[in-house]
C-alpha cells in the first residue's frame, strides 16, 4: 500500500468514528433546543410579556407599542377563530380604511410585539390585524410547527 492510500484509510476510519461518536450527542442537542423552542409547557410560555426585557432597544420597542395600542383601544375588536381545531386569537384594529395588514409576529412573541410595527400602517391609512399564533399568547395549541401549520391559519384568517 502507498502511504497515500494509507493515510485516506485512516482519515476516513477517523471521520466514521467521529460520525459514530457525534451523532448521539448532536441529538441530544437538538431534543433539547426543540423542547425549549418549540414546545409550549404552560400557558405562561410565549406570552403577553417582553421576552426580552434586559435588551435597552427591545424593551422600548415593545413599550412603545403597547402604548400605541393603549392609545387606540376604542377601535379594537378582540377575535377569535378556530383551524385545525385549536382556537386561535387576534385583535382587530378598524381605523375606517379600505385596507387591513395582518401581523404575525415571531416565534416566542405574542401579537403585542406586532403594535410596535403597527404605527406605520395605521400611519398609512391601514386597519391593522394583529394575531398570537398557534402556541403563542390566548392562542391554543402546545407546538410551534415553525410555518408549516402557521400558514393555514393565515389563512383561515
Same mark, same amino acid.
Given at each position: 500500500?502507498?502511504p497515500f492510500?494509507?493515510?485516506?484509510?485512516v482519515?476516513?476510519c477517523?471521520?466514521v468514528?467521529?460520525?459514530i461518536?457525534?451523532? /448521539?450527542i448532536?441529538?441530544?442537542?437538538?431534543?433539547v433546543? @426543540?423542547r425549549?423552542l %418549540?414546545?409550549?409547557?404552560?400557558e405562561? !410560555? %410565549?406570552?403577553?410579556? $417582553?421576552? #426580552? /426585557?434586559?435588551n435597552p432597544?427591545h424593551?422600548?420597542? %415593545?413599550?412603545?407599542g403597547?402604548?400605541?395600542?393603549k392609545?387606540h383601544e376604542?377601535n379594537?375588536?378582540e377575535? !377569535?377563530?378556530?383551524? !385545525?381545531g385549536?382556537?386561535l386569537h387576534?385583535e *382587530?384594529y378598524? %381605523?375606517?380604511? !379600505?385596507?387591513?395588514?395582518? *401581523?404575525? /409576529?415571531?416565534r416566542?412573541?405574542?401579537?403585542?410585539y $406586532?403594535?410596535?410595527?403597527a404605527i406605520?400602517?395605521?400611519n398609512?391609512n391601514?386597519?391593522v390585524l394583529?394575531i398570537?399564533?398557534?402556541? @403563542?399568547?390566548y392562542?391554543e395549541g402546545k407546538?410551534v410547527?415553525?410555518g408549516?401549520?402557521? #400558514?393555514?391559519?393565515m389563512?383561515a384568517?
Amino acid at each position: 500500500m502507498k502511504p497515500f492510500e494509507i493515510i485516506l484509510i485512516v482519515v476516513g476510519c477517523l471521520i466514521v468514528v467521529s460520525l459514530i461518536v457525534m451523532i /448521539p450527542i448532536w441529538l441530544k442537542i437538538a431534543q433539547v433546543i @426543540h423542547r425549549k423552542l %418549540f414546545i409550549r409547557k404552560s400557558e405562561t !410560555d %410565549f406570552g403577553h410579556s $417582553c421576552s #426580552a /426585557p434586559e435588551n435597552p432597544e427591545h424593551l422600548a420597542m %415593545f413599550n412603545e407599542g403597547v402604548e400605541w395600542a393603549k392609545k387606540h383601544e376604542q377601535n379594537k375588536v378582540e377575535l !377569535d377563530i378556530e383551524n !385545525d381545531g385549536l382556537k386561535l386569537h387576534g385583535e *382587530f384594529y378598524n %381605523f375606517g380604511y !379600505d385596507k387591513t395588514v395582518i *401581523f404575525a /409576529p415571531g416565534r416566542c412573541e405574542s401579537l403585542m410585539y $406586532c403594535y410596535y410595527y403597527a404605527i406605520g400602517y395605521e400611519n398609512n391609512n391601514c386597519n391593522v390585524l394583529v394575531i398570537d399564533q398557534r402556541a @403563542h399568547g390566548y392562542s391554543e395549541g402546545k407546538y410551534v410547527t415553525a410555518g408549516i401549520k402557521e #400558514a393555514q391559519d393565515m389563512i383561515a384568517w
